[in-house]
């Protein structure tokens, strides 16, 4: 079993930054392949960005540049780093974890947990 708790969400000017924690419990993160992913209203689910065990890691085209996705073993702990933030990021943002070895999935249906989620909120 495996806990996950977002937190870092908050309402930020276009251009602004914020950075998003999703606190893990139940295993390592260095341990499992961990993803985030964002859901705007009257949209689907979609990837952001993840890491896997290796420390590899994959974005989305929408976020590359702006966006890093790290993590802090010590902490248990990954982040979200978001800089250059657009209107567009607007969405609640979900971490979630897969305990399968390999790559990065970009579906959700390749996690098995999922945290409640943070919103961000992005003005023009």
């Known amino acids: 079993q495996v806990q996950l708790v977002e937190s870092g969400g908050g309402l930020v000017q276009a251009g602004g930054s914020l950075r998003l924690s999703c606190a893990a419990s139940?295993?390592?993160?260095?341990?499992?392949?961990l993803g985030w992913f964002r859901q705007a209203p009257g949209k689907e689910r979609e990837f952001v960005a993840g890491?896997?065990?290796?420390?590899?890691?994959t974005y989305a085209d929408s976020v590359k540049g702006r966006f890093t996705i790290s993590r802090d073993n010590a902490n248990n702990t990954v982040y979200l780093q978001m800089n250059s933030l657009k209107p567009e990021d607007t969405a609640v943002y979900y971490c979630?974890?897969?305990?399968?070895?390999?790559?990065?999935?970009?579906?959700?249906?390749?996690?098995?947990?999922w945290g409640q989620g943070t919103q961000v909120t992005v003005s023009s």
């Open positions: 979630a974890a897969a305990l399968t070895p390999g790559n990065v999935v970009r579906t959700t249906d390749g996690y098995h947990y």
């Open positions: 139940g295993r390592t993160v260095s341990s499992v392949r």
């Open positions: 890491i896997n065990w290796t420390g590899s890691t």
